[in-house]
């Protein structure tokens, strides 16, 4: 008897189900495949599509909403003597590149804890990659004497990058210092906040006060729209406007025009024989101008009103060597806080007044 020494063939490997197809299609010259098949087919390709477009969304979100991580530290305070003027250092930790700062003398505002503040001069050097030193110049209200804990506030204005949007977006950066004292040694104590946040500019740019001799007298106040950053051009028309010293009503003033929006981003309010304030050395302080512009862009969504506030604004009286009395503004420009209205809102205090 004859025994066979062949060796069968061994198993075939078993395949996993993950190797496995979900579908198999037929070939093109057997038959169509079904719907159900072909969905099969597809739902991989457009589940990793809508993953990638997920993916970058998220990313795009992450990158464009990132935080400032701005961080100030003072460095040193000097305050003069026979005077109200005060020097500050700062060393800046420099924002993330997604973002700005504007440290120019027009980009700053100040105030010291509750009292009014005009910043005189600025002065900003990169010191390295991540670090700038910026310096201001400030006078303040009065002249305290000896210790006194304050609080220092400080706004810069700022720019944030978008992608997608060549400008980006105009704001500023408010940084609140605690524990301040003019016996500056222990710089090291004060406490910083500062944050973010988005808005474009309008500034007083002006003040002008013709014949400040008499009892009565012309105030001119200039405004500027800036958008240095957006691009954006804008046109205001003064409609109404009043003039303000702490809660006091001390002048109004109309101007309507059949030009209804008149080309400009920096338009003029006239004062007509306003009574002069008290004086107090040679500057007045606390003025704050209230004012309704109608506004024209070159964004038809943002075609409208513009209510702005401008406070904190102090005059400083000089006398010229013919001994004309004049007023200008104390310090550089003033920033205002303003609201937009498609239509006029006949309850806000310019028309109620």
């Known amino acids: 008897m004859e025994t066979s020494s062949a060796i069968p063939p061994p198993p075939p490997p078993r395949v996993g189900w993950w190797s496995r197809p979900i579908v198999t299609v037929p070939l093109g010259n057997d038959r169509e495949p079904t719907c159900k098949e072909t969905t099969v087919c597809l739902t991989p390709c457009c589940a990793g599509l809508f ?13 464009n909403n990132a935080h400032c991580h701005a961080k100030f530290s003072i ?5 003069s003597p026979s ?10 930790k420099n924002p993330s590149p997604r973002y700005s700062i504007y440290y120019g003398p027009d980009e700053t505002a100040v105030s010291l804890g509750t009292l009014n ?4 001069d600025t002065f900003h050097e990169r010191k390295s990659r991540s670090h700038t030193a910026f310096s201001v110049d400030f006078i303040a209200e009065g ?3 000896g210790v006194v804990f304050k609080e220092l506030y400080v706004k810069l204005k700022a720019k ?3 992608y997608g949007n060549v400008f980006g977006y105009a704001g500023h950066i408010d940084i609140r210092c605690q524990n301040l004292t003019r016996s500056y040694e222990n710089v090291e104590k004060i406490h910083f906040h500062s944050s973010y946040t988005d808005m474009e500019a309008l500034t007083g740019n002006s003040v002008s006060v013709s014949n400040a001799n008499v009892s009565t007298a012309d105030w001119t106040i200039g405004f500027v729209a800036k958008s240095p950053v957006t691009g954006c051009k804008i046109s205001l028309h003064p409609l109404n406007a009043r003039l303000l010293r702490g809660g006091e009503v001390i002048s109004k003033s109309a101007s309507y025009s059949s030009d209804y929006f008149v080309t400009g981003d920096k338009p003029d309010v006239l004062f007509e024989k306003v009574v002069k304030p008290e004086v107090i050395g040679d500057v007045i302080w606390h003025l704050r ?3 309704l512009f109608a506004m024209d862009t070159d964004v038809s969504c943002f075609n409208g009103f513009l209510i702005a506030v401008c406070p904190d604004i102090a005059v400083k009286f000089t006398t010229d060597p013919a001994g004309k009395g004049m007023g200008s503004l104390l310090g550089h420009m003033r920033w205002c806080d303003y609201e937009f209205r498609e239509k006029l809102d006949s309850s806000h205090s310019i028309f109620s007044s």
């Open 75 to 79: 460095q040193s305070i000097t305050v």
């Open 160 to 162: 944030r990058k978008i």
């Open 143 to 145: 002249n305290p004497n």
């Open 117 to 120: 503040a005009a910043v005189l």
């Open 51 to 63: 993953t990638i477009v997920a993916v970058y969304l998220l990313i795009f979100h992450v990158v």
């Open 289 to 291: 101008v209230e004012v």
């Open 83 to 92: 005077s109200a003027t005060w020097h500050v250092d700062f060393l800046v």
